[in-house]
């Protein structure tokens, strides 16, 4: 199993441990911002059915080379925050009755996908193609970022593996300072100052 499946495969199994902890009660309480638990829930979701669906919908030309160069594209793009957060909703709906044996059932399928697929296939994505091996640890990054956003909506511990961590804050980092924004962040990691309320690096 290559590194960054291996990182795929150990966020998602970390984030499908603490939601199949919820309790019933919270799924329809608070989330992040405009959405549900349930619906943070669901928009997670998507890290997982698009491995499934991309993955399976080879391409003839690499278009993105990198991770970090995917979410530079995604930046560059016409965001819609609105569609984004119906989306997640959408996917939430998706989950059913049952929201966390669903979620966990796609982890399994998702995990089982990324194993049995050539790293280096270029795959359909939303910015073009990529390989495999670029395009997973975005998926691993969104998996980690969001699986803290649910731990701390549930205040349900999470024990991210280091390894998912580690490659998470890398492509964070590269991906900062490929849209001009390293020198802050790095100001920030050294403890020189503070980053600006809003920040992002994606």
Known sequence: ????????????????????????????????????????????????????????RPVAEEVVSSAAAYFTAVSAGSFDAAAVTERGRQAGRDLGEDPGSRFNRLVDEAVGVAEATDPN?????IVGGMRVAAYLPTRTFELCVHGLDIAAATGLPIDLPAP??????????VSAAQRGLGPPLLSAMTGRRGLPPGFSVV
């Open 1 to 56: 199993m290559s590194n960054v499946v291996s990182s795929f495969s150990g966020a998602a199994g970390a984030v499908g441990e603490v939601i199949a902890q919820i309790p019933h009660h919270l799924w329809d309480g608070p989330g992040l911002g405009d959405w549900t638990l349930r619906d943070l829930v669901g928009h997670t979701s998507r890290s997982l059915v698009t491995v499934i669906d991309y993955l399976a």
């Open 121 to 125: 296939l270029v795959v359909h994505t």
């Open 164 to 173: 998912a961590v580690e490659e998470a804050c890398a492509l964070a980092a």
